[in-house]
């Protein structure tokens, strides 16, 4: 199996559990990747349904450079702690730039089209009247299902989804050379 090095982010409080632990369990356990966790501040992460995570790392200290895809967590927290989030834009805007994965399910993809990667793309978010404005904002085409997969970009619609997108990612990954 080829060794891929994923960067997932998740907010500090409020991610959706199952889009993090799920994809999270299999990225490590079922593929044997690497991945580090990150988010705006360090410290323990509390997700809506109540399972934690100790966040090591912010995303002030990641670079693109190491890692081979990127995949933003959903949950109301990303409304709150992530979408306007200038360190984060960035690093999708390299990610993408340098033709890395980059992924976001649920309220997440709105992260995209704020970070301006969405211009002329079609993606799927959580549907919620600010999360379809951001998308509106951002040029994106909204796609109804569950997983929408666009050149690089690979977003998902909800927590419901979250094994198929994890799926995704890994065959996406699977297309590029590692970094």
Same mark, same amino acid.
């Given at each position: !199996? ?13 991610? $959706?559990?199952?889009? /993090? /632990?799920?994809? @999270?369990? @299999? ?5 044997? +990747? ?5 988010? =705006? #501040?360090?410290? *323990? ?7 934690? +995570? =100790?966040?090591? &790392?912010?995303?002030? &200290?990641?670079?693109?450079?190491? /890692?081979?895809? !990127?995949?933003?967590?959903?949950? !109301?927290?990303?409304?709150? @702690?992530? +979408?306007? *989030? ?6 999708? $805007? ?24 969405? %211009?002329?793309?079609?993606? =799927?978010? +959580? &549907?919620?009247?600010?999360?379809? %404005?951001?998308? $509106?904002?951002?040029?994106?085409? @909204? ?20 094994? #198929? ?5 890994? $065959? ?5 050379? =590692?970094?």
């Amino acid at each position: !199996m080829t060794d891929k090095r994923i960067l997932m982010v998740i907010a500090p409080s409020e991610f $959706r559990d199952e889009e /993090f /632990f799920e994809p @999270y369990d @299999y990225f490590t356990q079922d593929q044997h +990747w690497s991945v580090t966790v990150a988010s =705006t #501040a360090k410290g *323990e992460a509390k997700g809506m349904l109540g399972k934690t +995570w =100790t966040v090591q &790392e912010t995303l002030d &200290e990641q670079d693109s450079k190491n /890692f081979d895809a !990127m995949v933003i967590v959903g949950g !109301m927290g990303s409304l709150t @702690y992530l +979408w306007d *989030e200038q360190s984060l834009q960035q690093l999708i $805007r390299q990610c993408n730039q340098d033709g890395k994965v980059v992924a976001a399910i649920c309220l997440s993809g709105a992260v995209l089209a704020n970070a301006g990667i969405l %211009e002329g793309k079609s993606a =799927t978010v +959580w &549907e919620m009247p600010e999360s379809i %404005e951001a998308f $509106r904002k951002g040029k994106a085409t @909204y796609i109804k299902q569950d997983v929408v997969v666009d050149g690089n970009i690979v977003t998902s619609n909800g927590p419901h989804a979250a094994k #198929a997108f994890a799926h995704e990612i890994a $065959r996406q990954l699977l297309k590029v050379p =590692t970094a």
